[in-house]
């Protein structure tokens, strides 16, 4: 292994002053979990790694602002979130989401920051948080800036992000009476890579869906809001015919890739099924006041 720098700056500024935007090798580390894969792999030979995990506690901090948003601190691991109280009880659909990646050893050290800048299309949060409508703060040298979530992915591993930028907090909209579900569709063990992630948040009334935010994941490069799945959502009951055609229609126009957890024509086959599915899920959790996933 090449030899590398590694530093350990205690303040966000001072890590941010670390990074460098023109080189690409040198790379802020949360967790670490990624980073050391890349580098096992061959993938990432670092000439500097800038260590996140001693920065002051409030960048670690999970909290509920005036406007009734949940705020969470880019350095929130993953472990944390899963079991915070606020997050069960305002934003359930988060709690059993975490609680489905990786492994226990991995959620205890990953943060929610360096999970959502790898920018691995197959990473479940991205298409939970981007059909929640939330957003990241990223901190650079000249300040802040939000980025809504469905826009921080632009490709396989690439971000709008600077490189010497950094995701300083999540913000979540309050659910205000919305139900969501996730349906993590895998073959393997539930906490392993999804051959097709699929996000669903929906505001009803009575039992007509007035509102319909469909975000698809691990089938795509990147998260993948399913425009026309939510225009034949809105207005109309979930009945199982109906649900049936939008599951058909949204695979119309996809891109959708093969890899090693299915082909494309596989996937497509799934998001025709489990688009209904995670509809009624969803829809099942606001009947029962508590949220529900479909696996």
Known sequence: MIPFEYLTP??????????????????PVGGGTAVMLMMKAGVLRPTRLVSLRRLEGRHGQIQIDQKGALRIGGMATLASLENSPLVRTGWPVLARTFRSLSNQRVRNVA????????????????PVL?????????????????IAVEDLCVGYYETVLERNELISEVVVPAMDGACAAYSKVTTRAAHDWPALGLAVSLRLEGQVIQEASVVLGAATDRPTRLAKAEAMLRGAAAEAGHLKQVGMAATDALDIVSDQHGSAGYKKHL?????????????????KGADHDAH
């Open 10 to 27: 205690h303040t966000l500024d001072e890590a941010i002053s670390l990074l460098d935007p023109e080189d690409p090798d040198i790379r």
């Open 130 to 146: 981007s059909a929640l409508g939330a957003t990241v703060i990223a901190t650079g040298p000249s300040g802040s800036r939000e």
């Open 111 to 126: 943060t929610i920051g360096g999970n959502l800048a790898h920018a691995d299309p197959h990473m479940d949060m991205p």
């Open 271 to 287: 998001l025709s099924i489990y688009l209904g599915r995670t509809v009624n899920a969803a829809i099942n959790t606001s009947n």
